[in-house]
C-alpha cells in the first residue's frame, strides 16, 4: 500500500489563527479524502479532495473554514481557519490507490491539533 | 443511509484469551465492510476487508472476521489476544457514490489487555 506522510505530526496554535496541513503520497492515487477525529470519537469525514477542482464537502463542513487543495495525484493540504477550542482534534487525510468498488482506504498518521 | 454501530465502548480481556468485537451495520444494499486499528498516537491501519465471497476473512496480525448477512453483522475475532493488541477499533462501511467510496464508521472500541 501506498506510503502516506503527513506534516506537521502536531501542532498547538493560538484561536483565531489558520493552520495548513499537509498529506503527501508516494505514488499516484485516485482518491484523497479529510477526515476529523474529535477527542475519544470516531472518524468523521470532512471532504472529498479532488484533483484540479474543488472538493466535495460533507454535510456540517464549508470552504470557507476547511479550505482543501490538490494540485496534483499525490498532494493535498486541509487548512484549518479562524481555529477555536472546538478545533482541537485528529486531522487524518486518506487514500484510494485501485480503482473499482469497496477498494480501502489507507491512513497518514494524522495531525494533532490543539488549539489555546 | 448507512451507519454502524459497535456496541462495546470497552473491553478488557486477559492476554492469552480469544477476542470478539462486535459490529452492525445498517446499509441497503451488498456492503463493504472493513477492520481498522488504531494505536496510541497513530494513524488508522487496516486489519481486514471484506468485499464478496467467502464470508470469514483473514486479515493481518492473526485477526478474523465473518460477515453474516442475516444478523447484518461483521464480527471481528482473535483466538489468542497479545498485549500488543491493546488499541482502538473501528469498524467501517463504505458506500460506492459517484464521488468514490466513502467510508461510515462505528464510534470504535478500546481493547485493553491485562497482562
Known amino acids: 500500500s501506498a506510503v502516506i506522510s503527513q506534516k506537521p505530526s502536531r501542532d498547538i496554535c493560538q484561536r483565531g489563527t489558520s493552520l495548513t496541513i499537509q498529506c503527501q503520497v508516494d505514488?499516484?492515487?485516485?482518491?484523497m479524502f479529510w477526515y476529523r477525529q474529535q477527542p475519544g470519537q470516531s472518524l468523521t469525514l470532512i471532504a472529498t479532495a479532488n484533483q484540479g477542482s474543488e472538493a466535495t464537502y460533507e454535510s456540517g463542513f464549508v470552504i470557507d473554514k476547511f479550505p482543501i487543495s490538490r494540485p496534483n495525484l499525490t498532494f493535498s493540504t486541509l487548512t484549518v481557519s479562524n481555529m477555536s477550542p472546538e478545533d482541537s482534534s485528529i486531522y487524518l487525510c486518506s487514500v484510494v490507490t485501485g480503482s473499482g468498488g469497496g477498494q480501502p482506504q489507507h491512513f497518514g498518521d494524522g495531525t494533532r491539533l490543539s488549539i489555546l | 443511509a448507512q451507519s454502524v454501530t459497535q456496541p462495546d465502548i470497552h473491553i478488557t480481556v486477559s492476554e492469552g484469551a480469544s477476542l470478539e468485537l462486535r459490529c452492525n451495520y445498517s446499509y441497503g444494499a451488498t456492503p463493504y465492510l472493513f477492520w481498522y486499528v488504531q494505536s496510541p498516537g497513530q494513524g488508522l491501519q487496516l486489519l481486514l476487508k471484506y468485499f464478496s465471497g467467502d464470508t470469514l476473512v483473514q486479515g493481518i496480525k492473526g485477526f478474523e472476521a465473518e460477515f453474516k448477512r442475516s444478523q447484518s453483522s461483521f464480527n471481528l475475532r482473535k483466538p489468542s489476544v497479545h498485549w500488543s493488541d491493546a488499541a482502538e477499533y473501528f469498524c467501517?462501511?463504505?458506500?460506492?457514490?459517484?464521488?468514490?467510496?466513502?467510508?461510515?464508521f462505528g464510534t470504535g472500541t478500546q481493547l485493553k489487555v491485562e497482562l
Open positions: 505514488s499516484q492515487v485516485t482518491m
Open positions: 467501517a462501511v463504505s458506500r460506492l457514490t459517484g464521488g468514490g467510496n466513502k467510508l461510515t
